[in-house]
């Protein structure tokens, strides 16, 4: 079956210190990889995606991921996060077709 | 480029009214669009998969009657909630995508139904 989870339902992270959040996937077929973040009351923004190619992958607001297929995961990090980074972070992946299967999502919350 | 919009962006109705909301790609031709359901902190769900000039494709589940979808150009798609009630409530996504980046959905910034 093919399934996004995203484990960690909440993540709190001191101002200034790195974040990780996780995401893993099922699949049998090749797949897309997508971050998104979302603040409140508003649409998606993305992060970053894998498409194919070098497997870190960086994207905007210092945020990277890195493709790893044997652990079939795509985990974002940032090494030093900002209050304004405060938001929802989904993961979403296309299992070789248009659409795209979100994870539950991840809540990151800055410490000041 | 690949900007998306909606409009209205919050709406409060009666129940048993219908309310349509729109989706704009504003710089690029959108042969796909798809329209999502968010709950409170909750995930984002696929109601519907659009192509210009055809029958949306409703995922299981949707009621196609209740979730009416018009992608009558390649700029615009519609979804009309009809006879809505208050479990119709909630956020709505929809994305769009051009035959040129076929990997990639650019998301609107969604609209707030709220059903009383």
């Known amino acids: ?112 | 480029g690949a900007v998306v919009s909606q409009h209205p962006s919050r709406v409060i109705c009666k129940s048993g009214t219908s309310v349509k909301i729109e989706c704009r790609s504003l710089d690029f031709q959108a042969t796909t669009m798809f329209w999502y359901r968010q709950f409170p902190k909750k995930s984002l769900m696929l109601m519907a998969t659009s192509n210009e000039g055809s029958k949306a494709t409703y995922e299981q589940g949707v009621e196609k009657d209740k979730f009416l979808i018009n992608h009558a150009s390649l700029t615009l798609s519609t979804l009309t909630v009809t006879s809505a009630h208050p479990e119709d409530s909630s956020f709505y996504i929809c994305s769009a995508r051009d035959h040129e980046r076929l990997n990639e959905q650019f998301f609107g910034p969604g609209t707030r139904l709220t059903v009383l």
């Open chain 1, 1 to 112: 079956a093919q399934s996004v989870t995203q484990l960690d339902s909440q993540v709190p992270v001191f101002e200034e210190a790195p974040v990780e959040l996780r995401c893993n996937y099922s699949s049998s077929v090749s797949v897309y990889l997508f971050w998104y973040v979302q603040y409140p009351n508003q649409g998606l923004q993305l992060l970053l995606k894998y498409l194919s190619g070098t497997t870190l992958v960086k994207g905007i607001n210092g945020f990277e991921a890195e493709f790893n297929k044997s652990q079939t995961s795509f985990h974002l990090r940032k090494p030093s996060v900002h209050i304004s980074d405060t938001a929802e972070y989904f993961c979403a992946v296309s299992f070789g077709n248009e659409k795209l299967t979100f994870g539950t999502g991840t809540r990151l919350t800055i410490i000041p």
